[in-house]
Structure formats: C-alpha cells, structure tokens
C-alpha cells in the first residue's frame, strides 16, 4: 500500500472532495436563499410579516401592479380582481384574485410570487397572502383570495412601479411530499 | 522491476502502469473525440441550409447535446489526463504514479459512463436533449424519460475525474525526485497540479447538481422547482459554479503543452517562468468568484451584474501575462516550424482571439447582444478546439517519439496542422458573424439572411473533421512503420527530464530517482 | 532586418485601413444586412442599443489594436529569428520591468473600458414608470402578450408552415421570422416589458432593441425598450426550450402612436366580438377549415403534420382512443391538458372558437370517424365555464 505521506494526501483530497459535494448540496441552496431575501435577487418576497408596520409616507405614491401567470398545465381561470393600484408607503391594500377550477376534478394549487423590479421585492410586505398555503378547490368550485400588503417606505426612490406577480401551479399531485413553500 | 509488460489483454485490463494507463486515456479521448465529431458533423449538415432536411429538431437538439457533452468530458478532459499519466512521472522523476490501482479503476469506469450515456440514443425517449449545461426545468420536469441515465453516467464521469485528480496531486507532492523543487517543475506539472486542485473542488458540486435533479425529479424535491419554493436560477448558479472552473480544466493543461513546446522549438528558456506559474495560479483562484457572467440576462441585481463584469475583466490580466510570455520566448530565439511549435503558434494566435471575444463577453451591457447567440459558440471554440485540442494535438506530435520510438511523418503533420487550421477558421470565424447579426445557439434552423454564413461554416466543419482522420492515419502509421529512432533528446531544444530517458521510453523509468541538477 | 520590420508594420496598418470600410459597410442603415454583408452588430432603435453598439465597437477595437501590436511583435520574431535564417538563440529570461508593465498596462486599459459599460448597464436597469407596460409569457414554443390593464392579450407564435420547413413548399422572404400576429408598440414612449414563463426558460431577444431577457417560470423578470423609429422589428427565442426552441420568432411593430392606439381600440373591439362569436352554431366545413390551421399552428409540430405523433414521445391522433372516443374526455385533455407530460392546457391559449375547430378537425381527419364529430364553440365555454 502507499506510504504515509501519500496516503495523507489522498486522504486530505478525499476529505476536500466530500466537503466540497456537501457544499452544494447543504449549504449553496440555503446561502442562495439567504442571498435572495437580503438582496431581492429573483425578485424573491419575504414570508409573513408579522413586525409592527411603519408610518405611512403621504407624500409619496408608488404604482403596484398585478399579473398572474398559469404554469402550463394549470387548468384553472385565475386572475386579479384590480390591475393596478396606486398606494402611499406604509398603507395597507387588500386585493382580491379570483380563481376558479374548471375542470371535473377537485384539485389543489400553489401561487408563487415573484416582484419586479428585484430591487422593491424586500419592501413589499405581505401581512396576509392565499400564497402562504396551498388552495384547494372542489371541481366546478370558485374563490375570491386576498392579498394584504404594504410598501415599506424604505423602497429605493428609484423605484415608482412594482409588479407583483402570481404563477399558479398544480400541486395535486405533489400532496404527499412536503414542500417548503417560499412566501 | 526488471519485468516488462504483460502479454495479451490482460496488460490493458489490469494495467497499474503509468505510460499503459496514459495510452489507454489518449486512445479512449481520441474515440470520445471522433464521436463527438460526427455528432457535430450531423448537426453542420443540418444547418447546411435553410430548412430542415436531414434530422428532426428533437434529434438535432440531441446532437448538440450529445456533442457538448462527449467533447467536454469525453474528449478533452481524458486527453490531458492521458499526457498526465504518460509525462507526470517522467517529468519529476517518479518511478509511477502514486496510486496505481486507483489510476486502473479511474480509467476502467470511463468507457462505462459513456456507454451508458451514448445508449441513451437508443431508447424511447432519445438521448438528453437539453444541452450540455442542461438547464432546469427543461432538463427536470421537462426531460426525457432517459434523464436518469445522463444523470448516473455523469456521476461515474465524475468519479473518474475525482479519483484522477488526487491521484495526480499525490504524485506530485509526495513523488518527486530529490531537488525536484516545486520551482523547479515543469509548467506542464504545474498547470496539472492547479487543474487537479480544481476539478476536486469542483467536479462534487457537478456531483451535487445532478444529484438536486435526480431528487427533484424522482423523489418530489423541489430544489429547482417553482412549485414547491425551488428556483430554476438557483440550477443555473450551481451549475457554474462547476463550470467555469471546469471551462479552465480544460485550458490550463494546455498552458503547460504550449509552454514546453515553445520554448524547445525556440531553443531559448520560457521567459518568465514563475511569472507564468503565478498567473495560472491567480486564473484558477478568479475562476471561482466569476461564475454568474454566464448569466447576465437571468435578471440580477445591478450590483450583482456589474461585480461579475469587473471580476471577469480582470481575468484578462493574468491571460495577458501568459500570452506575451510565449511571445517573448519565442522573440530572439532561434525558430524552427516542425509539426507541434505550428500547432502551439497557432494556439497562441487563436487563444488570444478567443481571450479577446472572452473579454468581449465580459462587458455586461454588450452582453445583452451577445448571450446565447452564435457569439459565444464561437467564441468557446475558439478556446476549447484552437485551444484545448490544437495543444493536445501539439502534444502528441511532440511526445509521441519519446513514446513510440519511431518519429512521425512531417510532411503529412504539416499537412494535417494547416488543413485544421485553415478549416477551423473558415467554420468558426463566420460565425461570429451569425451571432453578432442575430442567430441563436443551439438552432435547428435559421431564417434566409443567415444562409450564406452557416454555409461557409459547414464546409469548413466538413474539412476540420476530415482532416483528423489523417491525423488518425500519421498516429497509427509512426507506431506501426514510422522511422526508428534512439536519441534520447528527440528536440534539439528540448529540456527536461523526460528526454533523459531512452527513446522509445522503457516500460519502467526512474525505478532510482534521477539527480537532479 | 529592422527595414523589414517596418514594412511589415506598414503593411500590416494598411491592411487594416481597410476594416473601417468593412465597419462602414455593416453600419449601414439600409434593410436587414444578409448574405455577405451580415457582419456585425445592428445599431438598434433605441438609446440603450446605440450605446450597446458603441461599447461593442470600442471594445472590439481595442481588441484589433491590441492584437496588431501583440501578433505583430511575434509574426516578427517568427520572420526574423528562425533558425534557418541563421539566427542565434539569446538566452534572457525574467524581468520584473518587463513583466510589471505587461500587468498594470492592460488593467489600465480595462478600467477605461469599464466606463462606458458601467454607465450603460446603468441605462438599462432605468426603473422609471412607463408609458405602457406589457408582460410577455413564454410557452413551448410561441409567445403571449399581455397589454396590462387594456383587456388586450394574444398568443403569437410561427406563421411559417411546416410544409415550407420540410421544403415542400418555398421559403418566402420572412422564413422563420414571421409570426400570426406581431407586438405592436408606440413609438417615442417607454414600455415596460415583463417576462415570464408558463413551463421552461424562454429568453425574449429582438436585437434592433437591444432588449434579451430570460422568462423564467414562477418569477417574473422586467425591462423596458422606448424605440425610436417606426418599423417591424425581427427576434428570436435565445435559451434553449426544447424541441422547436428555433421555431417560435418574435415580430415587433412600432408604430406611431396615434396609429397604436386605433389598433389598441380595434383589439379591444375584437375582444368584445370573440365573446358574442362563442353562441354562434358552425357547420362541420367551417370548422374542417379552421381547425386545420389551427392544428397545423398548435398541434401539428408533436402530434404529426398527418396526425401520425412521434413514438415514444408523443402520442399519434390518427384513430387514438382519445380523439375516436368520448367528446368529453377529448374537450378535457385539450383544454385541460395532462398534468406532467408535454401537453399543455389550450384553453388558455386557444380561443374557443378554435378549440372547437381544432377538436373537430381531430375527430374527423386523416380518416379519423368518431360518433360525436362536431364540438360548437359554446361547448367549450360551457366546459370552461365549468357546467
């Protein structure tokens, strides 16, 4: 067999090979995560805000706008009930998406967001959100889902338009697998 | 150790010997690269014209894929490990590698992982489709059924590469004669120690990229998936954070070709030689932190798109170092043009092009136009093939007489290097053209104002592959009738310890360590 | 020997006294460059392009210079230090002059790049609000625009037949690069572009605007174009979607902007029209008719110009289960489509007039003979309407 100092070598590589396996597959996704949220990257939104919300900015107004997206296999109607609003920082809206389930089927979804430009995506909060929890609906069913949020008055003065956008998936047939749903 | 090699097939099964392994490799990168080849030949058939004429898209995008993916790991990664296998040893006065059982292993599973990817072709479903950086979700949700044997043979190709690379590391640290300082290796050494260092960082993240598909795809993960909170872009950052080291895996062996050729057909020491060491060094260390400048049009944050510009800029320093090292060797030494010094002139001329397009693709905003377009193919052959292969190429014309014993014919070298070079210029200048003017990668079909230049790029692709079958046809004609010769230093201008040894080299050098001076 | 040089340095600046002529060439703002002439960048439409172009050049110049110095230094050494010319080897090496001043040269060089394309990537990231914002969806494999707020929304994909691809029919002058219906937009206003994707990564790329983005399914990606000059201009999918990733262009149509907002109002009309069209009873010719361009645009691409599918990957129609069987369960797989395999939801792609069609045509072609073989538009709203 090799000599000792061989053997150290290889053993060091080996060790450098499986930390580096690990790095990807433990601590890239979650650093990337992390990376998102602090950064807005993807356009990424935060989870439940549950803090005490910020004084309202009367001065200023900010254009939020709303668009929803089937993935391509979503049969559902689904689109919002306002298309746009134009809202003072720090002021709460509700708005209401309509979603209906034509098929013969009961079924479940995901609505993921997404908030452009990536920039605005930390400010937008979200207090209430039919995206924190999957939505069922009977076959034939229909339903209003509402959204509460409000634009934290730090937002970059550069922005003026946030979209903020819903993809609507199938995940009826992901139910038995645990799914950690980005809010 | 007087005991030559073993008889019948059985030499080659169980081979533990470094130069019968390097063949095995050189021999197997060769079929990988005739492969690939003719993948790449059915798709400049295809794009011959306008109008699809010889293939479906859904097989034309199996052929790029394919073709990507052969080249890649098939083709030139195992080439440099074949030179490393037959050199390596030689160059530091090692008796073999240090691990001979796991360089046997290392080798024996390649010819696995591709017949398992190549069988792909075979079944329903037809092979991968979704190019060779295979992008979620189209290499995920939206793949063939065959996914999970891509998946599988990437990671046998991986393991290879992993049990390859420590098994370099471990002879070159611990393996070397007595005086063999680190600075007094052979840049070839050198660039293979760095190029080791970088594939077991990051052939594990390749490992765990396939590994987050094969999860999502089987067992209801969601790492790239939107769905279940995934993110397709986060595939796209793993996966370059493989790739662009990977990109200079390839290269950086190739420095070390083209700076011990250089300099023997010069007949003068390569210029700077630390300088040189250094740069390959700080080339490796930047390939780490530049990965998302292939991904300028996901979408980042402004900072994020104008840190990865500057960082990839920079990489043009040490580039540069290295470029007008080989050129200031080569200024006042005393030239001679055989077969290797055209291939590794060539190389630095179109290196150097490449670099210049690489830098190019580097100013974020132009590379709005650029990205994903005929640009960049051009671009990337321009390194991997007047890159990567034409060192490779200069390689074995320059070894192969240390190897064999028996000198190549140089007319039909000559003949073979300005064929190549000729026709890799007439396939891949144009399509600079094509890219500048609008015309996507990885189409199967363009519309009528890029006829004439996709023409001229097949021909030219037509002649590049052609003119390796003679290149083919010189190899096997110098081991089998090529003129005998014995002088150990082959070159009048060669230095090293490889050209100590007898010519053609015993089945056993350095069994007692060489002095060295 | 240094009088050589020198004439090869002269030779080698004239030579490239010619490149600007090959430049001015290419610059030249006649129609789409093809052929021979196709070189270099387009110019563009918009502020951003032309600056994009100027960085392009600039850099690309710099190269050329670069590259004239570098490979004129060694094209020399190569001419005048050959051996066979006589020529004794020296025997330097190392000089940290040498090498410091190869080092910090280019870094000074690459920070005077790094100006202009820091100012234009700012440019590009410009998050002003715009005069009309429309969100593009990438589909496998065509494109849907959605004019926000205006009740204006339709699919544009490939116009070029299948019959013209496979050369049983010419290619015309727009092969591959005309769509059934293009983006219209006002010129001289900003308009915000919002990308995404209903199933792989699609990237929205029209070079004359400068504009290349990825749409991403699940997250939606911004930017934005204000295009000066009216015309029609062509683009393409740039990420590879799969298998017809080459076949889905992108046509824009800028327009003045009076002009933009009568074809606005006219789309808007035609809305309103599809709605009322819905009620009315086709006969089984009319929809024959329909639903073979239809199937031709949408279905034939996997399914088969004759039907006949691609074994293994997709399903033949000619005398399937599917299209011999019940209405219904054809209705639902089209409009619906089929969770986890290629085939897409259609109802919210397809009008109903043409999801009738369609179906119709499915059940009655290639010799196909179902016992219901007429569907009627409001058979699908009614499906869709859940009833």
């Given at each position: ?53 910020p004084a309202v900015d009367q001065e200023r107004v900010v254009k939020v706008q709303f668009v929803t997206t089937n993935n391509s296999a979503m049969p559902w109607e689904f689109r919002p009930l306002t298309d746009a609003v134009r809202v003072h920082p720090g002021e709460s809206h509700k708005i209401e998406f309509y979603a209906r389930n034509d098929t013969e089927r009961d079924m ?76 | ?517 | ?102 080092t910090i040269v280019p870094a000074l060089i690459l920070i005077v790049m790094a100006f202009p394309a820091t100012t234009t990537l700012k440019e590009l990231y410009d998050t002003s609000e715009a005069d009309l914002d429309i969100k593009i969806t990438g589909y496998q494999w065509k494109w849907k625009y959605d004019y926000l707020g205006k009740d204006v929304s339709f699919i544009s ?231």
């Open positions: 067999m090799a000599q000792n100092p061989v053997r150290k070598t290889v053993l060091w590589s080996l060790l450098a090979g499986v930390a580096m396996f690990g790095f990807a597959l433990f601590v890239m996704p979650p650093l990337y995560d992390a990376l998102c949220e602090i950064t807005g990257l993807g356009g990424k939104t935060d989870g439940r805000y549950v803090a005490e919300q479940v979804a995901q609505a993921i967001p997404s908030v452009t430009p990536g920039n605005a995506a930390q400010y937008l909060q979200k207090t209430q959100c039919f995206c924190f929890d999957r939505q069922p609906l009977k076959a034939g069913a229909e339903a209003n889902m509402p959204v509460v949020f409000f634009i934290d008055p730090a937002l970059p003065s550069s922005v003026n338009t946030i979209t903020l956008s819903y993809t609507l998936f199938d995940v009826t047939d992901r139910q038995s697998v645990a799914v950690t749903a980005r809010n | 150790m007087a005991h030559g090699p073993a008889k019948g097939i059985g030499r080659w099964l169980r081979a533990t010997n470094h130069k019968d392994i390097g063949t095995m490799y050189l021999w197997f990168s060769f079929a990988m690269f005739l492969l690939g080849g003719f993948f790449a030949m059915v798709v400049r058939a295809e794009l011959f014209e306008p109008g699809m004429q010889i293939v479906k898209p859904e097989f034309f995008n199996q052929m790029t894929t394919m073709h990507g993916l052969i080249m890649v790991f098939g083709a030139i990664m195992p080439v440099f490990v074949g030179l490393a296998n037959w050199m390596i040893p030689m160059m530091i006065g090692a008796p073999d590698m240090a691990l001979p059982r796991m360089n046997n292993l290392s080798f024996w599973i390649l010819p696995f992982g591709f017949a398992l990817l190549a069988s792909t072709l075979f079944m329903e479903g037809g092979a991968p489709n979704f190019g060779w950086t295979f992008y979620a979700p189209l290499s995920t949700t939206y793949a063939p059924p065959t996914v999970n044997f891509f998946i599988f043979g990437v990671h046998i190709i991986g393991a290879s590469s992993i049990m390859g690379s420590i098994n370099i590391i471990a002879t070159i640290l611990n393996l070397r004669a007595p005086g063999m300082t680190l600075m007094k290796m052979p840049l070839f050494v050198w660039t293979w120690l760095i190029t080791a260092f970088l594939l077991i960082a990051v052939m594990p993240v390749l490992a765990g990229a396939v590994t987050m598909m094969l999860m999502d795809i089987n067992f209801g993960t969601s790492f790239f998936n939107a769905a279940g909170g995934g993110d397709p872009v986060l595939f796209q950052h793993v996966f370059w954070f493989f790739g662009h080291p990977e990109v200079y895996i390839i290269i950086i062996p190739a420095f070390g070709v083209i700076s011990a050729i250089i300099p023997t057909f010069s007949r003068k020491p390569l210029f700077g030689y630390s300088s040189m060491v250094y740069a390959t060094a700080a080339i490796a260390f930047l390939s780490f932190i530049v990965w998302a400048h292939h991904m300028f049009t996901v979408g980042m944050p402004l900072a994020g798109e104008l840190y990865f510009m500057y960082a990839t800029m920079l990489i043009a320093v040490p580039t540069g170092v290295k470029v007008f090292n080989w050129i200031t060797t080569m200024f006042r030494g005393a030239i001679t043009y055989e077969t290797p010094m055209l291939f590794a002139i060539a190389f630095v001329i179109l290196f150097t092009i490449g670099g210049f397009t690489g830098l190019m693709l580097a100013i974020a905003p132009a590379d709005i136009q650029y990205h994903d377009s005929y640009f960049v193919v051009a671009h990337f052959h321009y390194v991997m093939v007047a890159g990567a292969l034409f060192s490779s190429t200069a390689a074995v014309y320059y070894w192969i007489p240390k190897w064999t014993g028996r000198m190549y014919n140089e007319t039909m070298g000559k003949v073979h290097f300005w064929v190549s070079f000729v026709a890799f210029n007439v396939t891949f200048f144009p399509q600079h053209f094509l890219g500048l003017a609008g015309m996507p990668r990885r189409y199967a079909d363009y519309s009528l104002q890029f006829a004439d230049w996709n023409m001229v790029s097949s021909i030219g692709a037509f002649a590049y592959g052609a003119s390796q079958l003679l290149f083919l046809y010189n190899v096997i004609a110098t081991i089998v009738a090529g003129r005998k010769i014995s002088d150990p230093k082959v070159w009048e201008g060669a230095e090293g310890l490889e050209w100590t040894v007898p010519t053609p080299a015993p089945y056993h050098t350095f069994s007692t360590p060489p002095a060295i001076k | 020997m240094v009088s050589t040089a020198k004439q090869l340095v002269r030779g080698g600046i004239g030579a490239l006294a010619l490149l600007p002529w090959i430049h001015a060439a290419a610059a030249e703002p006649a129609a789409q460059p093809s052929g021979w002439n196709l070189l270099n960048m387009p110019q563009g439409v918009t502020s951003v392009s032309q600056n994009v172009y100027d960085i392009h050049m600039i850099v690309t110049w710099i190269c050329v210079w670069i590259g004239v110095a570098v490979f004129g230094v060694m094209f020399y050494s190569m001419f005048a230090h050959r051996k066979s010319r006589g020529h004794q080897p020296a025997n330097f090496h190392e000089s940290t002059k040498v090498e410091l001043a190869w994909e490939l116009a070029t037949s299948q019959a013209s691809i496979y050369g049983n029919a010419p290619k015309t002058e727009f092969y591959l690069e005309e769509v059934t219906e293009p983006l219209v937009i006002p010129v001289g206003k900003k308009v915000r572009l919002l990308m995404t994707a209903a199933d792989v990564i699609h990237s929205w790329w029209v070079p004359a605007l400068a504009v290349k983005r990825d749409a991403i399914p699940g997250f939606v990606n911004e930017t934005w174009a204000r295009v000066d000059k009216p015309g029609i201009y062509r683009g393409r999918c740039a990420e590879l979607c799969g298998k017809d990733h080459a076949f889905m262009p992108i046509v824009v149509n800028a327009v003045p902007e009076a002009e933009f907002n009568a074809w606005l109002a006219k789309k808007q009309s035609e809305t309103t029209a599809m709605r009322a069209l819905t009620e009315k009873t086709f006969t089984q010719d009319e929809l024959m008719a329909k639903g073979e361009a239809v199937y031709g645009r949408s279905c034939a691409s996997c399914h088969g110009a004759a039907g006949e599918g691609i074994a293994g990957v997709f399903p033949a129609l000619k005398g399937s289960k599917i299209a011999l069987g019940p209405v219904a369960d054809h209705l639902n797989i089209v409009v619906n489509g089929k969770s986890g395999t290629a085939m897409q939801a259609f109802g919210a792609q397809l009008s109903e007039v043409d999801l009738a069609a369609v179906i119709t045509y499915e059940r009655n072609a290639w010799g196909n003979k179902s016992e219901d073989n007429i569907v009627q538009p409001v058979d699908v709203f009614k499906l869709k309407k859940g009833q």
